[in-house]
Each structure stands twice: as C-alpha cells, then as structure tokens.
C-alpha cells in the first residue's frame, strides 16, 4: 500500500517560513503529488502539485509566489516550502498522491486516491 507521512509543521510568526515534508514508506505507482489544507470550519482547498518527475508544477493563487512545491524520488519525498507565512495560511496541510496529475489538480472531477493524516501550521500574527 501507498503510505504517506506529513512531517514540519508548527508554529511559526507573520513573515516567517516552513518546509513540510511528505514521505512514502511503501512502493507507489503514483505519477504525481500534492499538498492540500484544510481551516476550522473550511472545505479543504487546493494548495500546490508536481508531476513524477518535478518538471511541471500548479499553485492556487493564494500561495503563489510564496510557497514552492519540490520532490526527490530517490527518497520517495515530497517538499512544500513555505515562505512569507500569513495568518491566513494556518490550517492542516494534507499530502496527496495520484497515478493522475489532472485528478490532484482538479481537472477532472474523482477523488485523489492517497491521503496523509495531516500536519497543522500556525501561523501567529
């Protein structure tokens, strides 16, 4: 099975920054993955995806410019660095994985197969 772990969350202050990082324990036919985060009382929402080999990568508007998705397939190991944090930016971040880049994108209108458990961010104003 497909087994993914969040790790790098925390607290941390306005303007500060944070590096999540995801691993897959187990072997995976997976071509592409991502992060998503979910606020109290909010519908999880989109934050950034990479293809298998890191050449194509999607942001939502929100984090774009400030947030940089990475992966390193020799560790099995995707990165979401997080720079000019804001209040807003506090939620549970959730890693994602799909044989399907357009399915964690949402392009196409199915469920993402694998999810993490989650790892909460704070951001302090």
């Known amino acids: 099975q497909v087994q993914l772990e969040e790790s790098g969350g925390g607290l941390v202050q306005a303007g500060g920054s944070l590096r999540l990082s995801c691993v897959n324990s187990g072997r995976t036919f997976t071509t592409a993955m991502g992060w998503f985060r979910q606020a109290p009382g909010k519908e999880r929402e989109f934050v950034a995806a990479?293809?298998?080999?890191?050449?194509?990568?999607y942001y939502s508007d929100s984090v774009k410019g400030r947030f940089t998705i990475s992966r390193d397939n020799a560790k099995s190991t995707v990165y979401l660095q997080m720079n000019s944090l804001k209040p807003a930016d506090t939620a549970v971040y959730y890693c994602a994985a799909d044989t399907s880049l357009r399915k964690i994108i949402g392009a196409d209108d199915l469920p993402v197969d694998y999810w993490g458990k989650g790892t909460l961010v704070t951001v302090s104003s």
């Open positions: 990479i293809n298998w080999s890191g050449s194509t990568t």
